[in-house]
């Protein structure tokens, strides 16, 4: 059999209908207006009819659903000036790729330098002062041992060194504000990225807390979709979901589906991730695609017997076929049908299922399979 052509079957007349017709010749045109006029679809004997049919499990599709997505970056910070002051000189410009710890603007420091020089003087002065303290608390206990010193004069250089102490604990803690103060003249990268925006400007005198700049990673992205609850339902039993961003299509896995409901639309939030390192950039906008892990049967392979919408299906019976009307619940005119519940090996007419009828008997099948 060649399994490139469709199912070829020779359909006859039930033979009680055959033998009536060669004893009564003059009842065959009646017979066949009477079986045309209700639909049958019996044909003469020797007339050959092409009928079609696969496996179900070729026939058989996935719905696919679809939805607005949109490429969001996991870390795009807007980086500001830790302290007051004028632009000095930016380092990195829009579309600059950074590492962390790059240096990305510089503001005048001089101020911060003096200040920072200023507390390291004082701080040297109190390392002084706790040094002479500790000289003239060793000679009072000297002279205290031999009765020289009362013990109230000791006490009294005691307490002179722990104050030279706190002094001195104090000018570091102003020296170190100093250091740290003169950092905060810099501003660098917190991470490695892309620099996507630029707002200082050489000259420029900056408040503490302005933007300067917007520091995007472009690799730390995920795709963001807000969907209403049946299509989550639907999404988290897909068999395959994927994006088409930017001409290229991506395939994804779910990450994260947010349990608050966005008014008024009530959608939710969903993340997904990309399964392959290739990956747009931030920003990009497109589709969001899965299928549904619900086989179904589309329009063209139904047909309606008395009340019920179904498909028809071929049963080995020796060596013929006979035809089996499978209805399928919930299945309306003109939309995919659920699939049945059946064995995916079974036969499916998807050509000439119109002319069929229940129980109807098929010679001289050609079997073939039809990818979905």
Known sequence: MDDN????????????????????????????AVLLAFGMPSLVQGETAAIDAAP?????????????????????SRLAAEAAGVVRQWHADVGASVKAGDLLLSLDDRDARLALSQAQAATGAMKARVDLAESHLQRARELSATGFVSKEALSLRQTELAVAIAD????????????????????LAPFDGVIVERHAQIGESLAAGALAFVLTDPLAVEVQGQ???DQIASLQNARQIEALLAGKTYPLTLLRVSPIAVLPSRTQSVRLGFKDPQRPVAGVTGQLRWK?????????????????????????????????????????????????????????????????QDGQMLDGVTISNRPN
């Open 5 to 32: 052509t469709g199912m070829k079957i020779v359909n006859y007349l039930p033979a009680f209908l055959t033998i009536i017709c060669q004893r009564h010749n003059q009842a065959v045109g009646v017979l066949l």
């Open 227 to 229: 969907l209403s609850a």
């Open 292 to 356: 549904i892990n619900e086989p179904s049967l589309s329009t063209n392979l139904l047909v309606r017997r008395d009340d019920a919408l179904g498909v028809f299906v071929l049963q080995a019976q020796g060596d013929r076929w006979v035809t089996r009307f499978v209805p399928l619940k919930d299945a309306q005119e003109g939309r995919p049908a659920p699939a049945p519940e059946l064995d995916p090996k079974t036969l499916v007419v998807f050509n000439g299922q119109q002319r069929l």
């Open 56 to 76: 179900l499990e070729s026939v058989v599709s996935f719905p696919t659903r679809e939805s607005f997505a949109e490429v969001v970056a996991l870390n795009e």
């Open 168 to 187: 001195l604990a104090s000018a570091q803690a102003q020296s170190d504000l100093a250091a740290r103060q003169l950092e905060k003249m810099q501003l």
